[in-house]
């Protein structure tokens, strides 16, 4: 990025061991975003509007992707992906749901919602899905065939970050909100 620092990465993971994985894995791949955890969708709104826990949150800018969890206790990724698509501020936000659920409602639903991509992830190696996994994405929106989303392998963050679909900042291919070391 040009001289300035690159949007953080939001991480809404409520299992401790996942969020050690994905901790070392954003560690490993030489993305130089920060990154923060919160438990569940009600800390996610929280952090992204700067109210209760986060309402002192250092910096101005919003996250440059989210990476969402579904099935978590309270409020949960799909009640989370709704609320923040719902949102005036938060809808340009990229979500990539990020989960154990291959369930193909689930799935339709998400991009139905707004999601922007959808990873499917084994259990015990959700960190190491996030550079390469089963990957349902749609690259376009309007791309998706009869309404199901494409399926791709080895999908890396920082492309995942780069879909054109992705940025709705700007047109140009230097606005992607992942950087590189």
Request: proline share 6%; with cysteine; aromatic share 2%.
């Amino acid at each position: 990025m040009r001289g300035t620092a690159a949007p953080g990465i939001l991480c809404v993971e409520d299992d401790p061991d996942d969020r050690l994985l994905a901790e070392m894995a954003h560690r490993d791949s030489g993305v130089v975003n920060s990154l923060a955890f919160v438990s569940d969708g009600d800390e996610a709104l929280e952090y992204l509007r700067r109210v209760g826990r986060h309402a002192n949150r250092a910096g101005n800018d919003q996250p440059g992707i989210i990476l969402l969890d579904l099935n978590m206790p309270g409020t949960d990724g799909r009640e989370t992906l709704v609320v923040i698509k719902a949102d005036p501020a938060l809808r340009r936000i990229p979500v990539v749901i990020l989960t154990t659920s291959s369930a193909e409602r689930d799935i339709a639903t998400s991009y139905d919602q707004g999601a922007n991509s959808y990873i499917v992830s084994p259990r015990h190696s959700r960190a190491s899905s996030v550079s390469s996994s089963t990957c349902a994405t749609t690259g376009s929106r309007s791309g998706r065939s009869q309404g199901r989303p494409e399926r791709e392998t080895a999908l890396h963050l920082e492309q995942l970050a780069c879909l054109p679909d992705l940025d709705r900042r700007s047109g140009r291919p230097d606005s992607c909100p992942v950087g590189r070391r």
